[in-house]
């Protein structure tokens, strides 16, 4: 038999037992799990396999407690300082983030030019990509924007101008106000990206079939209430009842409002 363990303890076993079911960290909570079994007599190569970790592994942990107690123990686990310092500096980082934002960068190779051009610091692209990563960035499609898009005017739109709309044409806060649109659903199948081999097809049926059918929402500006309801066609024969469902009392004006929609020139 081996010689027996010889650590001096800072701590008495029920206080590691305490540690340890309070811990949240996985990697703290291995560890203080670890010391706690070892204070309480057990060999190495019992709590190796009851943990299932590796022996030197478990050595490591015993020779930070018995250089700097428990504190160091704890200190040392993986994204806490123990590995290699940061190229950037935490300004720069946040620069770099803010610049993503923006949507300045297709590739990490832009990003890493980018970088070298600004700081003179050079980058590996895993090394920044895993940077990236780090700073909460990912690769993401752009919402296109029309480039004659007034962003002060919509901003001005989004605070006052349904408000201001509604003031001019003389609706109360007692008045109905709807805005309704339409959505076409149809069986058509949709191909997407998959894994394969490359030089050989890959061959996917899809449902082909011109049924349609229309979801009608509708938006009660008013009362805040959100209508909605399914119609075969867009016309009067297939509108007009889903909208006297919704109010009775104004199927007439409905039905002149749809006409002058459906057929403007009559």
Avoid at 25 to 39: E, I
Wanted: aromatic residues 12%.
């Amino acid at each position: 038999m081996g010689q027996r363990l010889q650590i001096e303890w800072q701590e008495t076993a029920d206080q590691l037992q305490l540690f340890y079911r309070w811990e949240r960290n996985p990697h703290r909570k291995m560890r203080l799990q670890a010391l706690w079994h070892l204070r309480c007599g057990k060999r190495l190569q019992d709590v190796v396999e009851v943990l299932g970790v590796c022996y030197r592994t478990l050595q490591h942990w015993v020779a930070w407690y018995r250089a700097e107690g428990l504190a160091e123990v704890l200190r040392r686990i993986p994204g806490h300082g123990s590995g290699p310092t940061a190229k950037l500096t935490p300004i720069q980082q946040r620069a770099l983030a803010a610049k993503v934002a923006l949507g300045a960068f297709r590739t990490v190779w832009d990003a890493i030019q980018w970088v070298r051009d600004r700081w003179n610091i050079d980058y590996s692209y895993s090394g920044l990509h895993a940077g990236l990563q780090r700073l909460n960035c990912a690769p993401k499609v752009p919402r296109p924007q029309s480039v004659k898009a007034d962003m002060n005017r919509q901003a001005w739109w989004k605070a006052h101008g349904l408000r201001d709309s509604l003031q001019k044409a003389g609706i109360a806060r007692d008045d109905r106000v709807w805005f309704c649109d339409e959505m076409r659903f149809g069986l058509w199948g949709q191909v997407r990206k998959r894994w394969g081999l490359r030089g050989v097809k890959i061959i996917q049926k899809v449902q082909i079939e011109f049924a349609w059918e229309y979801l009608v929402l509708a938006v009660d500006v008013g009362q805040g209430q959100l209508r909605w309801g399914w119609a075969k066609r867009m016309n009067q024969t297939n509108l007009l009842p889903i909208f006297k469902r919704w109010l009775p009392n104004a199927v007439e004006l409905f039905s002149i409002l749809v006409g002058q929609w459906i057929y403007p020139n009559s």
